[in-house]
């Protein structure tokens, strides 16, 4: 047998013979869906999800399988692969909704529809409600950026037209959580960026694209289709991002100034350090701020703005209640419920039928039936238990501290 030949068999051996703690997750995670299922009351929802929802077993152990198969074989070049086809998708994505956005058509998906009707509002052709949209750019955009960030050389206009393309999806999709979630991926990769000087202006140029963006629409006063309850125009056609884009580009000049003065101010970590005091400096102030907002709308209206902090029933069109429900519906669930919770997506039969709670939300959804929380993680308790919900974020933990030890070597 030939040395090349020998080195090919022990590639997969060695992907397979490292366990990490996020694959004892993934793998816990999977048995605990599966002992869910086996103590639910709704075996047959529980086994292929509820009605036109279908995230039961059957998806939970598909998913799980699917982290397997990408452990297991997609090595350094297939793993780029995926990331190019995640990030080209991305991009499409991201591309038709803008459309969308500015009235514009290109799939012929809403032929027919008025421009006032709540569909032709609010729903993108490619994936459905604007909070879809929300959740999966909130967690495909950092693709995007991160690709521009990283690139160097010629491919570095493509990669700033890919990340100007998901940002600007963010801003336009219609919920106020993009920009929370926006807020967070730039969070993130300041943190990754403090190490490196060369990183650092990258990360500066990233952020550059938000004032670009708002400053070509605002320029241009593009037409836009955009839900009746974000008020998106006051922002646009404001000036903070003539302000935002001279700060950061004269931070930008500053830095590259340095570097061509041989100034390193990365090296010693002590700016590392003093950024990471005022991130959690502000952080904390974010907190306070939040939790005042519980207090009392007074604080938050003397800031000339409505209480949109305020977790109330009435926050999030109604989703506040919808969560406040859904603990008030683990509260009085059984043990072995709390634990294992009611089934893998048997949210509704449990909430509806063994609780009897009835979830009434006034206006265009009053006779909806909810399939879930409409919150990951609640939905999550509800469905799978603790348990279930001790290994489901365990995954996502461990992922993200994995990766962030990476990226420092």
């Given at each position: 047998m030939?040395?090349?030949?020998?080195?090919?068999?022990?590639?997969?051996?060695?992907?397979?013979?490292?366990?990490?703690?996020?694959?004892?997750?993934?793998?816990?995670?999977?048995?605990?869906?599966?002992?869910?299922?086996?103590?639910?009351?709704?075996?047959?929802?529980?086994?292929?999800?509820?009605?036109?929802?279908?995230?039961?077993?059957?998806?939970?152990?598909?998913?799980?399988?699917?982290?397997?198969?990408?452990?297991?074989?997609?090595?350094?070049?297939?793993?780029?692969?995926?990331?190019y086809?995640?990030?080209?998708?991305?991009?499409?994505?991201?591309?038709?909704?803008?459309?969308?956005?500015?009235?514009?058509?290109?799939?012929?998906?809403?032929?027919?529809?008025?421009?006032?009707?709540?569909?032709?509002?609010?729903?993108?052709?490619?994936?459905?409600?604007?909070?879809?949209?929300?959740?999966?750019?909130?967690?495909?955009?950092?693709?995007?950026?991160?690709?521009?960030?990283?690139?160097?050389g010629?491919w570095?206009?493509?990669a700033?037209?890919?990340?100007?393309?998901?940002?600007?999806?963010?801003?336009?999709?219609?919920?106020?959580?993009?920009?929370a979630?926006?807020?967070?991926?730039?969070?993130?990769?300041?943190?990754?960026?403090?190490?490196?000087?060369?990183?650092?202006?990258?990360?500066?140029?990233?952020?550059?694209?938000?004032?670009?963006?708002?400053?070509?629409?605002?320029?241009?006063?593009?037409?836009?289709?955009?839900?009746?309850?974000?008020?998106?125009d006051?922002?646009?056609?404001?000036?903070?991002?003539?302000?935002?884009?001279?700060?950061?580009?004269?931070?930008?000049?500053?830095?590259?100034?340095?570097?061509?003065?041989?100034?390193?101010?990365?090296?010693?970590?002590?700016?590392?350090?003093?950024?990471?005091?005022?991130?959690?400096?502000?952080?904390?102030?974010?907190?306070?701020?939040?939790?005042?907002?519980?207090?009392?709308?007074?604080?938050?209206n003397?800031?000339?703005?409505?209480?949109?902090?305020?977790?109330?029933?009435?926050?999030?069109?109604?989703?506040?209640?919808?969560?406040?429900?859904?603990?008030?519906?683990?509260?009085?669930?059984?043990?072995?419920?709390?634990?294992?919770?009611?089934?893998p997506?048997?949210?509704?039969?449990y909430?509806?039928?063994?609780?009897?709670?009835?979830?009434?939300?006034?206006g265009?959804?009053q006779?909806?039936?909810?399939?879930?929380?409409?919150?990951?993680?609640?939905?999550?308790?509800?469905?799978?238990?603790?348990?279930?919900?001790?290994?489901?974020a365990?995954?996502?933990?461990?992922?993200?501290?994995?990766?962030?030890?990476?990226?420092r070597?």
């Open positions: 030939s040395e090349k030949r020998q080195k090919n068999q022990t590639i997969p051996q060695k992907r397979l013979g490292t366990f990490s703690l996020t694959d004892f997750f993934v793998l816990g995670f999977g048995a605990v869906s599966m002992l869910s299922w086996f103590l639910s009351g709704y075996r047959e929802t529980a086994l292929f999800g509820y009605e036109d929802w279908h995230m039961g077993l059957v998806t939970q152990i598909l998913l799980v399988c699917w982290y397997l198969a990408v452990r297991a074989f997609v090595g350094k070049g297939e793993g780029k692969l995926l990331m086809s995640a990030g080209g998708a991305c991009f499409l994505v991201s591309l038709i909704a803008i459309l969308n956005r500015c009235g514009l058509d290109p799939l012929g998906e809403y032929g027919g529809m008025a421009e006032w009707e709540w569909n032709r509002k609010n729903l993108l052709s490619t994936i459905g409600n604007s909070n879809w949209l929300c959740c999966y750019l909130a967690v495909s955009v950092p693709i995007l950026i991160w690709f521009f960030w990283y690139t160097e010629k570095r206009i493509a700033f037209v890919g990340a100007l393309t998901g940002i600007a999806a963010i801003f336009l999709q219609g919920s106020e959580a993009g920009f979630a926006l807020s967070a991926m730039f969070l993130v990769l300041l943190l990754i960026s403090l190490r490196n000087m060369q990183k650092l202006i990258h990360f500066v140029d990233t952020l550059l694209i938000i004032p670009l963006f708002w400053s070509f629409f605002s320029i241009f006063r593009i037409r836009l289709i955009m839900p009746n309850d974000l008020a998106i006051q922002i646009f056609y404001s000036g903070w991002w003539v302000v935002l884009f001279l700060g950061l580009a004269m931070t930008d000049l500053l830095l590259r100034n340095l570097i061509k003065h041989g100034i390193d101010i990365t090296e010693n970590g002590k700016f590392a350090g003093i950024a990471r005091i005022i991130i959690c400096f502000v952080l904390v102030a974010a907190a306070a701020l939040v939790w005042m907002c519980q207090v009392s709308d007074s604080f938050w003397s800031l000339g703005a409505p209480g949109i902090l305020r977790f109330r029933k009435e926050w999030g069109s109604y989703r506040g209640e919808l969560w406040q429900i859904t603990l008030q519906a683990f509260q009085r669930a059984w043990i072995v419920d709390k634990i294992f919770g009611a089934g997506d048997c949210f509704a039969p909430v509806y039928d063994r609780i009897g709670i009835t979830i009434f939300v006034p265009q959804w006779d909806a039936i909810y399939a879930n929380a409409h919150n990951e993680w609640l939905t999550m308790l509800l469905n799978e238990g603790i348990a279930g919900l001790f290994f489901y365990g995954i996502f933990v461990t992922a993200f501290v994995r990766v962030c030890r990476r990226m070597t």
